[in-house]
């Protein structure tokens, strides 16, 4: 079964950290360049940090530069974002996103529909309480 899959979701308070990992299943993450996304109820869901599969080049939103930090674990097959400094404007579900030809900025910047990434995962929720 080809899929992604989120883990690392939770329940944080202000200023606190969380660690996403973005794993793959039925393929394999080296060919794809692999980006976070974040979806808050009644907002778009918007592009967070994005990581390239041919030369590791990444890609972070204004709004987390700085406080969230994108990365390969190439030994462990993940994409990791590890999360810190967090706010409550960070409450969203947080949803990994494969893709073999975008570029990070293209993809991070969602220029492309949803439906044209190549894989999604299902989301993990990520809660920062005040």
């Known amino acids: 079964q080809v899929q992604l899959v989120e883990s690392g979701g939770g329940l944080v308070q202000s200023g606190g950290s969380l660690r996403l990992s973005c794993a793959a299943s039925?393929?394999?993450?080296?060919?794809?360049?692999i980006g976070w996304f974040r979806q808050a109820p009644g907002k778009e869901r918007e592009g967070v940090s994005c990581i390239s599969h041919r030369d590791g080049t990444t890609y972070t939103a204004d709004s987390v530069k700085g406080r969230f930090t994108i990365s390969r674990d190439n030994a462990k097959k993940t994409v990791v974002l590890q999360m810190n400094a967090m706010v409550p404007e960070d409450t969203a579900v947080y949803y990994c996103a494969a893709d073999s030809h975008a570029t990070v900025q293209a993809m991070c910047s969602m220029q492309f529909a949803v439906s044209e990434y190549d894989f999604w995962g299902q989301g993990t929720q990520v809660t920062v309480s005040s």
């Open positions: 039925g393929f394999d993450l080296d060919y794809y360049a």
